[in-house]
């Protein structure tokens, strides 16, 4: 089987736990990413929730 590996570098880039608000590290951006399709924290999501701009 042939693997593709330019596919797999853009896989780990997209997993990379760099939230997109605020630029934090956290394990929540991916949960985030898989459930909402979104890289934010947990912290964003909720402040995103409640001060909707």
Not at 16 to 35: A, F, H, Q, R
Request: net charge negative; glycine share 2%.
């Amino acid at each position: 089987m042939i693997e593709d590996i330019d596919k797999n570098k853009i896989v780990e880039s997209e997993l990379n736990d760099i939230c997109e608000e605020c630029k934090n590290i956290e394990k929540s951006v991916t949960e985030n990413l898989m459930l909402t399709g979104y890289k934010i924290c947990k912290s964003c999501k909720i402040s995103k929730t409640l001060f909707p701009l």
